[in-house]
């Protein structure tokens, strides 16, 4: 008998979890076909693994509607990079954020040349030198040299 609810409550559990990986998949198709763009600002940024398994953590605001919204996001330090360049570059600062126009909850914010393609957004001069410090494809492919911004 123990062993029949032990193999259902493993398939009850499998199921959530195929649900739960699906949802999101959905969440994410969703907000990639109905979005629009909302300016955010970084709020706090939070200690290794508080959310996930990150380096570091950024939550954010932002308005729609004039009702307003947080999100958050982990992110890896890029090479030499440290939390206080993080911190100097991007807390109480704006960026963009793409939220799902069925439900302005769902939300991502722009951090990255990456996600900047992935919503067709043209990211500004303004946001490079944070780029510099948050993005590390970005970090990585652009020389000091050529890092004039």
């Not at 704006?94 to 722009?110: Q, R």
């Not at 992935?118 to 492919?141: E, G, Q, T, V």
Request: charged share 25%; proline share 3%.
């Amino acid at each position: 008998m123990s062993y029949k609810l032990n193999r259902i409550a493993g398939f009850i559990i499998l199921s959530l979890m195929i649900s739960g990986v699906a949802y999101a998949l959905f969440r994410r198709r969703e907000l990639d076909n109905n979005y629009k763009i909302a300016i955010g600002q970084i709020t706090e940024i939070t200690g290794p693994g508080a959310k996930s398994g990150g380096d570091y953590g950024l939550n954010y605001i932002y308005e729609v509607d004039h009702k307003k919204y947080s999100g958050d996001i982990t992110l890896k330090l890029c090479g030499n990079v440290k939390r206080i360049d993080v911190k100097q570059y991007t807390l109480y600062k704006n960026f963009p954020v793409a939220y799902d126009i069925k439900d302005p909850g769902t939300s991502v914010i722009i951090l990255s040349l990456e996600s900047a393609e992935r919503f067709k957004y043209k990211m500004p001069d303004s946001l490079y030198p944070c780029l510099r410090h948050i993005d590390c494809d970005y970090y990585i492919n652009v020389k000091t040299e050529d890092y004039s911004k």
